[in-house]
């Protein structure tokens, strides 16, 4: 009972009579999965440890420091590290301002994922498919996050809709030229846009080979040498030198010994070297979290979308042609090739593969309209259709009810921002304040400033602190008196949760006594953050000092 309407996909879920019905349906999902997005993104979330530790790159307002390794042990791809220093060059450091481009492609990917499946499905399919993906939590998480994993899924949907755009009109080389002419930017935007360009341009291969156009031939030659020459130098300047100073995302290594490295790359990998464990490992990876659309879990928590998907994939190659499946599943292996060879995370977290969302969430849209289309009485067909469908709208506002009633990852964010918005306004009041790491430029603990949550001290520090919106302050020397007390504050975590934050005592010790041949000490105040959660204890020390 398949039809093609215009060339494109669907089952007799609903009567003709309701198409239009369910055209206004998706366009629905559509708005409901903006709103979702723009609501995340205006309740502005407190910063969490995961963000500061890229968004502290950002501070100095320097493109040349991008380039390269990057501070707290991050990598990311390097035209998304220069968009993300232009959003805070031109608005000012801010929570807005960091979320501001992954927020726009969060924005952008569901109306080119409309478009998209508009263009391969139609009815109740592409309904099913843009519901799923319009209301998918991770989408929608981190298209208010800073990271790049929302650039990750617009590159990725980029360049499926200009591969698909040739695919519907073959003759039209000029649509693979402009592929051709994106790549450039897709593997500079984004570390798995090599896996999207190269799975679809194995079925560009395959789709021009059956062919006996010369141009499309050419074209799509043109498109792999650019892919493989724009990935090369992207490498070569920026990726590579990230990869190899984080060695320790691939296993451990000596400089994180101290580090969790529970939450590096490591569990992404396939088990090769114990080929009896690689079955079980497949079947947790693709029935966890890398199908966690619209929502998902561990342990097989995802594995209806899993099923949804293959049946989907199974009607795409079928009724499409291998080529328009290559499409979806070319990625995939190469993705998990990389992750064999410990170069990229394939699975376990879904932030890491959220590229292939639109690879999912398109063929099991599909995959649902036909186990539906499969139930006989047509009015029962219809019914459970819609209470997939009403589930699925559920589930989307209530990712806005929630956010909205808890518009944080952590507790302890909240503490973190609030204490810092206080402190700062305080502490500078008829005083002359200074950070002793920012504006002094002195470092008292060893590797703290290279890991943990000092990153979040600094980002707070530069958000919240009337003094450092504009960069590192220096004190006012000339003005510290009785009365304008010259104030140092002293920032730390307890080194007995975190080793690498030790005191330098000897260091610590030749500053004070420095410092104290002019000024006599007269106050000091202690602060604790989060002194409940271990994880994530703070500690602002403030030393105040008075001309002798």
Not at 101 to 119: C, D, K, N, T, W
Request: include cysteine.
């Amino acid at each position: 009972m398949i039809a093609k309407v215009r060339g494109c996909l669907d089952f007799e879920v609903f009567s003709q009579e309701s198409y239009r019905r369910v055209r206004a349906a998706a366009i629905a999902f559509v708005f409901l999965g903006l709103a979702a997005r723009l609501v995340r993104y205006l309740l502005c979330f407190p910063l969490w440890p995961d963000e500061t530790f890229l968004a502290a790159n950002f501070l100095d307002g320097s493109y040349s420091g991008l380039v390269g390794p990057l501070a707290y042990h991050q990598v990311a791809p390097l035209f998304f590290l220069f968009a993300e220093q232009l959003a805070v060059n031109l608005f000012s450091f801010s929570e807005y301002a960091l979320r501001f481009f992954p927020f726009l492609a969060g924005m952008a990917s569901v109306l080119i994922f409309f478009r998209l499946a508009g263009q391969l499905l139609q009815g109740s399919a592409r309904l099913a498919a843009v519901a799923i993906f319009a209301v998918s939590y991770y989408p929608i998480r981190h298209s208010a996050e800073v990271k790049p994993y929302s650039i990750d899924l617009l590159v990725s949907l980029l360049l499926l809709k200009l591969a698909v755009d040739w695919w519907t009109d073959p003759g039209r080389t000029r649509r693979l030229w402009l592929l051709t002419a994106f790549i450039p930017l897709a593997v500079g935007f984004s570390f798995p846009a090599v896996f999207v360009g190269g799975g679809i341009g194995i079925g560009i291969l395959l789709a021009v080979r059956r062919g006996k156009d010369i141009r499309a031939v050419r074209a799509a030659a043109a498109y792999i040498l650019v892919l493989l020459i724009a990935f090369g130098a992207v490498y070569a300047v920026s990726t590579g030198p990230q990869y190899e100073t984080e060695k320790w995302l691939s296993g451990p290594h000596p400089e994180t010994a101290g580090f969790n490295v529970d939450r590096a790359w490591v569990k992404a990998f396939p088990p090769w070297r114990n080929p009896e464990k690689l079955p079980l490992w497949l079947l947790k990876i693709h029935t966890g979290m890398l199908f966690a659309y619209p929502n998902g879990g561990r342990d097989g928590g995802s594995a209806l979308t899993l099923i949804l998907f293959v049946v989907g994939t199974v009607v795409l190659a079928r009724r499409k042609g291998g080529d328009l499946a290559v499409f979806f599943i070319a990625p995939f292996l190469l993705a998990l090739a990389a992750a064999a060879l410990h170069r990229y995370p394939y699975g376990y977290n879904t932030r890491f593969n959220l590229y292939l969302a639109p690879l999912i969430c398109l063929p099991a849209g599909l995959g649902a309209a036909r186990m539906v289309s499969l139930i006989r009485p047509p009015k029962i067909r219809a019914g459970v259709m819609v209470v997939f469908l009403g589930a699925l709208g559920i589930f989307g506002a209530g990712n806005i009810i929630l956010d909205m009633a808890r518009p944080y990852k952590n507790r302890e964010d909240v503490a973190s921002r609030r204490f810092a918005r206080k402190f700062w306004a305080e502490e500078s009041r008829d005083a002359e304040l200074a950070c002793v790491y920012t504006d002094l430029g002195l470092d008292f603990f060893p590797r703290l400033w290279n890991w943990g949550h000092s990153s979040r001290y600094l980002c707070n520090q530069a958000i919240y602190s009337p003094l450092h919106q504009d960069g590192p302050h220096q004190p006012r020397w000339e003005m510290v008196s009785p009365d304008r007390p010259l104030k140092f504050v002293v920032f730390s975590v307890p080194a007995r949760f975190e080793p690498y934050a030790e005191l330098d005592r000897e260091a610590w010790e030749s500053w004070r006594a420095e410092i104290e041949t002019r000024y006599r000490l007269s106050g000091y105040r202690k602060h604790q953050v989060n002194e409940e959660v271990p994880s994530h204890h703070e500690v602002y020390e403030v030393y105040e000092f008075v001309p002798r």
